[in-house]
């Protein structure tokens, strides 16, 4: 018959709608900023840089090897290497980004930044309400914007970053296997949400 089916479609909106005064799950309206539904595991925006310790900038694993920067598609990260070297979270001297700054409103959310990068230094956050009224330098976040702690990476993707520390605590310790234990990246306390 013609229009059956606009005639079911319109019976499920129907069966919801009256549903909803009574079973809470056929609410499917979020009250959005007020309310706010969870976001999976595998939610992806923008990059961001992790640190181990409280310390943003000796703990910042990532060594300026410019590998994303190489990587990335639409080249919107920006980085320009230390002269010198200063001691990472495990006292081992490395270059570290002077400047590590990413275009995220030229960032197409692709992750191969994440891939490339052979010292889990960088990972994809969730935070998305980033919008701003400028064009230009306010959707260019720096270094000290994107440094996030390990502790804030274990609050937004818990499965993948504990796999990520159990992975680096191997590597640790097949590097030292005379160590007495291998020292895994500490979860330092949790670095306040951006807004
Ligand atoms: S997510 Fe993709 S586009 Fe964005 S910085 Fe990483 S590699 Fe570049
Ligand atoms: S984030 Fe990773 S790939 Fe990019 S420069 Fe730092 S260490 Fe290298």
Request: aromatic letters at 10%.
């Amino acid at each position: 018959m013609i229009g059956s089916g606009i005639l079911k479609g319109m019976a499920v909106t129907a069966r919801n709608f009256v549903g909803s005064y009574f079973e809470k799950e056929r609410l499917i309206t979020v009250q959005y900023p007020e309310e706010r539904s969870p976001l999976p595991e595998n939610y992806r925006n923008f990059p961001f840089l992790i640190y181990d310790t409280d310390d943003a900038e000796a703990g910042l694993r990532c060594v300026a090897c410019k590998i994303c920067e190489k990587e990335c598609p639409p080249q919107c990260i920006y980085i320009v290497k230390s002269e010198d070297k200063k001691p990472d979270y495990m006292g081992k001297p490395q270059f570290y980004p002077a400047v590590f700054d990413i275009d995220i409103s030229v960032c197409m959310s692709c992750q191969i930044c994440v891939e490339v990068c052979p010292f889990e230094a960088i990972k994809m956050d969730k935070v998305f309400e980033l919008s701003t009224r400028e064009r230009f330098d306010a959707l260019l976040q720096r270094k000290s914007e994107l440094s996030k702690s390990n502790t804030y990476y274990h609050g937004i993707h818990p499965i993948e970053a504990a796999e990520v520390d159990a992975k680096l605590a191997e590597a640790a310790a097949k590097k030292k296997p005379a160590a007495p234990a291998a020292q895994s990246p500490a979860v330092t306390s949790p670095k306040p949400s951006p807004t």
